[in-house]
């Protein structure tokens, strides 16, 4: 059996009038047998060539694509390329769909491998599927069309929802709840216990997390990203959130609907990133913050005050992105700045001594 989503070689080739459609594209001159999408400079005669950036377009001589699937906005400049073309608005959702049907995931059967130990009281829905020495604990409970990876450890009382996918490695704490068609890559962690500690005494001591931990219907977490447990609340990722391999979530944290959290982000603990927040990677964000829904946050910034929804920041410390940019290329000036001012210095200096020589009394 496996643990993993196969997406096989395409068996068969589609009509390119029959993919129009399904894109939302005008129906595209001839009727070429496509057998799948490819970038432009690998695509064959019979795959489409990828052209979504006008970086792309210069590639155009060299490719042997048969057809392409191209952005609205670049039509125009294809010049006098006479293949059968795709024009669609959005041609990444075009490629989403187009690859769905080219290599569509293969339904795995529904097995428990011999290896797998489940503990009392375990409840599985139908066509669930446990891979070798995955482990499920006393009380948990695996939702319809579930997969469940090899060397998995699902703890006791976790409740996982429908057509969820957990890949191999995946360590979930006990009480934690999953949603629905979420999809955990290799080595998350879920559930763990917050950074929480007193100091006193001469030592430091732990303050137990006793909190619940829930991640809603349709969120993808990137591989060893970790998920803190709430301390005495609870740490939420809601519906539709993407974090991206490494991302840290501290205890109480709560991300809303349809956030994108890019590459070792991370968030620590009590604050809330609204919903539509793009985070790009490094972003740092520190606890008991506020990030508005939709706000922005650019690669490395370090965000150390709330951010007002919609808002773009970069840098650190964070802070909107006109100003970043109007201190950045202020910054680019101050060398030349700072040469200037030593010539108006001396200058200023030659002056005062010329001065003081014209008013010394004669002998």
Do not use: W
């Not at 392409?68 to 293949?83: F, H, I, P, Q, T």
């Not at 929480?196 to 809603?216: F, H, L, N, R, T």
């Not at 964070?318 to 700045?337: D, G, H, N, V, Y």
């Amino acid at each position: 059996m496996n643990s993993f989503p196969l997406r096989r070689a395409p068996s068969r080739t589609h009509p390119l009038s029959s993919l129009a459609p399904l894109v939302g594209a005008s129906h595209p001159r001839g009727d070429l047998e496509i057998s799948g999408v490819a970038p432009l400079v690998a695509a064959t005669s019979q795959e489409l060539g990828f052209v979504a950036h006008r970086r792309y377009v210069g590639g155009l001589d060299e490719s042997a694509a048969g057809a392409l699937l191209v952005a609205r906005s670049l039509e125009n400049l294809l010049g006098e390329d006479s293949r059968p073309r795709l024009v669609v608005e959005d041609p990444h959702r075009a490629l989403a769909t187009l690859l769905d049907l080219f290599r569509p995931v293969e339904p795995g059967e529904a097995e428990i491998h011999p290896t797998a130990v489940l503990g009392r009281g375990v409840r599985l829905g139908r066509k669930v599927r446990i891979a070798p020495y995955a482990v499920i604990e006393d009380g948990a409970e695996v939702g319809d069309g579930s997969s469940i990876g090899a060397h998995v450890v699902v703890g006791a009382g976790v409740k996982i929802g429908a057509n969820t996918f957990l890949h191999p490695h995946v360590v979930v704490y006990p009480g934690v709840v999953l949603g629905n068609r979420v999809i955990l890559h290799a080595g998350v962690r879920i559930g763990v216990d917050g950074f929480g500690y007193v100091a006193g005494e001469g030592k430091i001591e732990k303050v137990p997390q006793i909190g619940a931990c829930i991640v809603e219907d349709d969120v993808e977490i990137g591989a060893n990203s970790t998920v803190d447990r709430g301390s005495i609340g609870e740490t939420r990722v809601m519906m539709g959130s993407k974090l991206d391999n490494l991302v840290h979530l501290g205890h109480n944290v709560v991300v809303g609907r349809m956030a994108l959290l890019a590459a070792q982000v991370g968030v620590a603990g009590s604050s809330r990133i609204g919903s539509g927040v793009l985070a790009g990677g490094q972003a740092g964000i520190a606890g008991h913050l506020t990030v508005g829904d939709g706000a922005q946050l650019a690669a490395q910034a370090g965000i150390i005050g709330d951010v007002e929804a919609g808002e773009t920041v970069m840098g650190f410390p964070a802070r909107p992105r006109a100003e970043f940019l109007r201190t950045s290329a202020a910054q680019s000036r101050l060398p030349k700045a700072l040469s200037r001012l030593r010539e108006l210095e001396a200058r200023v200096a030659d002056l005062g001594s010329g001065s003081e020589k014209d008013g010394a009394p004669s002998s």
